[in-house]
DNA sequence: ATTTATAAACGTAAAAAATACGTTTATCCT
DNA sequence: AGGATAAACGTATTTTTTACGTTTATAAAT
């Protein structure tokens, strides 16, 4: 039995969302398959077998593409699932045979967390054929396989690197605001933070950049917008090693 | 041919000994082989194809223990190298496949890198059938297959997690003085620092612990002696959330 | 017993960064 | 004109970081 899948590595992808209010996660409704008992989850991150002599970062973008019609979107690898028995769900393992048409035995996962901002159009672009859902990351259900662990080593990982790096950025619109900037570390971190003390903690950093351009359409005092500065940043870090004995 | 190998992953390790002078990094002479040019590199990092079943911390470990002796040694996983073209050169892979006994087609590495404080026992323990030796850092010869680009990720971890986590005492004795710990944050991070502030924020960390012994056999001042105290690192930790936007 | 060599230990003033905390301002809607 | 809503702003205090030279303890050599 020869596919074109490398049966022994897979990528699975943790997709966080940001809609300006809530942390989303990307999920997959497993495609009914008749013996199914009906109170098993049937609910997955995306994720697929790489294929022979793929990279695993394109095995990863290409779950993405399928999933989300997204390309160009943030990726990072953050861990590796390898437990000899993390396939032991018997049902699951014939489920995956069955979608891939190859023989199972130890499959090790590599895990990605990539993010996406939602605005309207993204948010209604995923593809329903794949039963493809955005959950909020503080509601989610029991999923297949050691999809919960990876969850939420993911997790772990979103909250660490966005206090060390500027990835906080591809959450948000290329021109935010930066009460909407507060927002994302509020909701992320699950802190409340001072406001006038963040604002002008980001004011100071030449690499958030203010505009010439405001909010419109509101009801109520229109915001200044910022935009994120790569070049400021990579001068801000060459200067500023951040150090712990 | 089957034997106890999983022909499409393997690990890798970069070990980092200390001599509280020099960062050291561990490599393995390649048993000679017949058909080998003699201008071919003969050098590699300790790595192995991983057994089945066996899960990838443990044959990291095992690798270590072959090589060193060492068991119980800091490990910590820090990259994939998948480049479907990493194994190119043929001469190589024939290698390997003698060395396995295992068709070699595509193989995925996990790298580990791990800390090693030596003193002189330790220094000496090395496998020599193996031909396990320390080199210098930074005088690191050219390696087989990518080596040398898993050993410039291992140092570059190395680095960005000695200022970000307490893994430096790994490399110290368990009784250190401040000099020598900021002997061992200078030479890792090729960097010098001011003596008294170094020792200032030392001293003013809780979790590093003043002990009431000194030095002794030196032919001057003896230093007072320090160990690191993991919990107090945790409470420190809990309370400490540094944070760049 | 004194001197010499070596590395350890120490303190302070100035600058920069972090914190705590309430009021005023711009826009749209009625 | 008034009301609702969220944005924008400043200052005094505390804490942390930085820059910088001299004294002290030990063993070895004379």
Not at 21 to 50: A, H, Q, T, W
Request: proline share 4%.
């Amino acid at each position: 039995m020869k596919t074109r899948f490398n049966p022994h590595i897979s990528v699975d992808c943790v997709v966080f969302g940001f809609d300006l209010n809530e942390l989303k996660i990307l999920l997959i409704n497993r495609d009914s398959v008749e013996d199914v008992k009906p109170d098993k989850n049937k609910i997955k991150l995306p994720g697929s077998l790489i294929i022979r002599f793929e990279e695993l970062h394109q095995s990863a973008h290409r779950v993405l593409q399928k999933y989300t019609g997204l390309d160009n979107i943030y990726l990072k690898q953050f861990g590796i699932f390898d437990s000899p028995g993390r396939l032991s769900d018997e049902e699951d393992v014939t489920w995956l045979k069955n979608q891939t048409n190859v023989e199972i035995q130890r499959v090790i996962t590599v895990a990605y967390y990539s993010l996406i901002r939602l605005d309207d159009s993204k948010t209604t672009k995923l593809s329903e054929s794949f039963n493809a859902k955005w959950y909020s990351a503080t509601e989610v259900p029991d999923l297949m396989f050691d999809h919960n662990k990876i969850l939420e080593e993911g997790i772990k990982t979103l909250r660490n690197e966005l206090i060390s790096q500027p990835i906080g950025f591809n959450l948000l619109p290329e021109k935010f605001t930066l009460n909407q900037l507060q927002q994302l570390y509020e909701v992320v971190l699950g802190v409340k933070m001072d406001n006038r003390n963040f604002r002008k903690r980001a004011i100071s950093l030449k690499y958030i950049e203010p505009l010439n351009e405001w909010q419109k359409g509101l009801s109520n005092k229109p915001a200044k917008l910022h935009s994120f500065n790569r070049d400021e940043y990579e001068k801000f870090i060459n200067k500023n090693t951040l150090f712990i004995i």
